[in-house]
């Protein structure tokens, strides 16, 4: 894993990532995360942002402890299933990719820590941005194509000339959506769709995503917000704490996230948020 911190005067950015290569061993980019931190206060960049980005001691520890070395599992283990030094017997290569799958799933679970110890804090406040719903949709569509492509699944983004103007966080809500996709594909039935929508209705704008799966009980549409709720789902897929996140950000940014949707015609996810007039 590759970590850096890149400052100006108004902003710090922490960026972190894998490095990719082909099967000629060429370096083809890096695929991860890039943080826009709060604006630093004077002092030793690397201490304060550490601090901004895992408040406290327990946070620290957290990145030191698993997100070092479950990048370089990572990594290893997709070199290793990329047979860069040859070929490998293929249930060799597919443990390095299961490896490298699962290594992904941890890292997941460690980023819902973190911003589960963030949202939970007294002083924790969200950037009020001017920001446009529609490309966010098509963003968070594009960062999931691959896995839905996996599943034989379509997602239906807004147009590439749709707007829909807001006032929210960019990377929070980036993070509310591909949240809230990755569900949809992750429990829609394979060769499906999910469709992202966006509305305005008296001064707030909404884009729903929505998907073709089992839906969610009426009794169910407040507790699966709880922390760990995953209604049963035995599965591996997620933390059960992507969806509590996911509305703590909406409402910290004076919206919020409801669920619609007759059960068993799929789930509507509905994330508002205030219109940019």
């Known amino acids: 894993q590759t970590a850096a911190l ?3 005067p108004a902003r710090t950015f922490r960026l972190s990532g894998f490095p990719m290569f082909d099967l000629a061993g060429q ?8 943080f826009a931190l709060e ?18 001691e327990f946070g620290k520890r957290l990145d030191r402890s698993l997100r070092q070395p479950l990048g370089r599992i990572i990594a290893n283990a997709d070199t290793i299933s990329a047979q860069l030094e040859g070929p490998l017997r ?11 799958a699962a290594g992904r799933h941890l890292m997941a679970l460690v980023d819902d820590l973190a911003d589960l110890q963030a949202i939970d804090r007294p002083d924790f406040s969200v950037i009020a941005e001017e920001i446009d719903l529609a490309d966010l949709g098509r963003r968070a569509a594009g960062l999931l194509a691959v896995k839905a492509l996996d599943r034989n699944i379509r997602i239906s983004a807004p147009d590439p000339d749709a707007t829909m103007p ?12 591909v949240n809230l996709v990755g569900n949809a594909v992750r429990y829609s039935p394979e060769g499906s769709e999910v469709r992202i929508v966006t509305e305005c209705d008296h001064g ?27 209604l049963g789902r035995d599965d591996s897929g997620g933390s059960g ?37």
């Open 6 to 8: 890149v400052s100006d």
């Open 27 to 34: 370096l083809t980019g890096y695929r991860g995360t890039a």
């Open 39 to 56: 604006q630093m206060a004077a002092g030793p960049i690397v201490q304060e942002a550490a601090i901004a980005l895992y408040p406290g």
């Open 90 to 100: 293929p249930d060799y290569a597919d443990y390095a990719t299961d490896i490298a």
């Open 166 to 177: 807001a006032i929210g966080e960019f990377r929070r809500v980036l993070q509310i959506l």
């Open 204 to 230: 707030h704008a909404r884009i729903m995503v929505i998907d073709q799966g089992q839906g969610v009980a009426v009794a169910d549409r407040e507790r699966i917000f709880e922390k760990f709720e995953r």
């Open 241 to 277: 704490l992507g969806l509590y996140i996911s509305r703590r950000l909406a409402r910290a940014m004076g919206g919020d996230i409801r669920i619609g949707g007759a059960p068993g015609e799929g789930a509507r996810f509905i994330l508002t948020l205030p219109a940019d007039d």
